[in-house]
DNA sequence: TCTATAATTGAATCATCATTAGATTATTTC
DNA sequence: GAAATAATCTAATGATGATTCAATTATAGA
């Protein structure tokens, strides 16, 4: 019982997908590196050779859930679109995806204070790389949520929008963005698209300009 | 050293205002009873005075947390006025409260899942009336989001909002609304006020008939 | 094919907690 | 001011769970 044969391996990918999932169900400090472990047939001791601890398995799984969304929405952020359609079109990436990753998306929105959470001080040599890939992580989302408010403020300086706190506006939605993540279930009444789409319309009617 | 002077001793509500505290900073699991007692000065071993353990904690305080809520909004829904009018207040005090009580507002957010997790394999006794409280505190819960729902509904019967999916725009602006809990901080460049100001005004116009 | 590297495992370590038990000191009630 | 009750404490108990180690087998490269 140790290496398995190549159909039976998994890799970092399958980690973090599983990872994702049960810590959708628990939460961070609930979910055991066993469970995780279970959900790819692997010991918890086989997660050490694919991540340094469990810190950095959680990072792992908000970056490259983090990562999926920016891809979507940059080249929607960079067309040549009023910034109503923009927004539109974002609302409906980002609300959709979350309703495909229910799991990345609920992380995305309970783990963040886990990872806050994880105290400053420093104790052996992996603490210092991760406190260095947290903050990046901070400043990436900090960039994603730019992504909003930049379409935003564009609208607005083109009278496009009526004069909003765009700052504010901005957390507003992706307030209501996120807890998509939290109430969605599959099978549910409404699809991911009919929910982007009813709130593309509450928030393109609240900045219709005057 | 056993029982303290009266004019040191605690009281529940001491307890729970520390715990969600506590609760805010770490979240349920890295929460430990004894942070919580150290923060009202006592061993965890007190708090089993106070509470049967660790999980009647957690839901005392989001079930104090509720009752707070509803209590606010409860005469508001009931009051002779538009629904526009009853929105922006049900708004004000419900923004206005999360700025002022983000411990709270933030448990309530993060929390809940914790409150799922636990397992509904019963173990001991008080495992069973747990499980009865926990039940009624979620029914609870979707009572205060009826609040909402019934108010937005009917706006739209008297023709004073535009036809919307009513549960979807309720969670909506709930997502928006406890999202605040999450990012708020005391001293920012927005009161309180001024947050629930601002997304009245979205929402309403949002809602404002064609 | 031999060798180095990759992927896994079971067992051991070590720490952290929740929770319980029993003793001790304030308060209250009668 | 006794007796009963409330609020605390210190010191176990028992689990659980992250992490490390040394051993083992697969795969890939030369």
Redesign the pocket.
């Known amino acids: 019982?140790?290496?398995?044969?190549?159909?039976?391996?998994?890799?970092r990918e399958d980690?973090l997908r599983a990872a994702a999932s049960v810590l959708q169900r628990s939460g961070y400090?609930?979910?055991?590196?066993?469970?995780?472990?279970a959900e790819?047939?692997?010991?918890?001791?086989?997660?050490?050779?694919?991540?340094?601890?469990?810190?950095?398995?959680l990072l792992a799984v908000l970056e490259a859930g983090l990562d999926i969304v920016i891809d979507q929405l940059e080249p929607i952020v960079q067309a040549e679109k009023s910034a109503a359609e923009k927004l539109r079109a974002m609302i409906a990436v980002h609300v959709v995806g979350l309703t495909q990753h229910t799991a990345v998306g609920a992380a995305m929105v309970f783990e963040i204070r886990s990872l806050l959470a994880i105290p400053a001080t420093l104790h052996?040599g992996?603490h210092h790389e991760f406190i260095i890939r947290r903050d990046a992580f901070f400043q990436r989302r900090d960039y994603f949520e730019d992504l909003y408010r930049r379409t935003i403020e564009e609208g607005v300086a083109r009278g496009e929008f009526r004069p909003v706190d765009v700052a504010l506006f901005t957390k507003t939605m992706l307030g209501a963005h996120n807890w998509v993540g939290v109430w969605y279930r599959e099978g549910g009444r409404l699809s991911g698209h009919q929910i982007a789409e009813a709130m593309s319309e509450t928030f393109l009617r609240a900045l219709a300009p005057v």
Chains 1, 2 share one sequence.
């Open positions: 019982m140790a290496r398995k044969p190549a159909d039976q391996s998994v890799n980690i400090e609930a979910t055991t590196m066993k469970d995780i472990a790819v047939n692997l010991t918890a001791a086989s997660l050490y050779h694919h991540f340094k601890n469990k810190d950095m398995l052996n992996h």
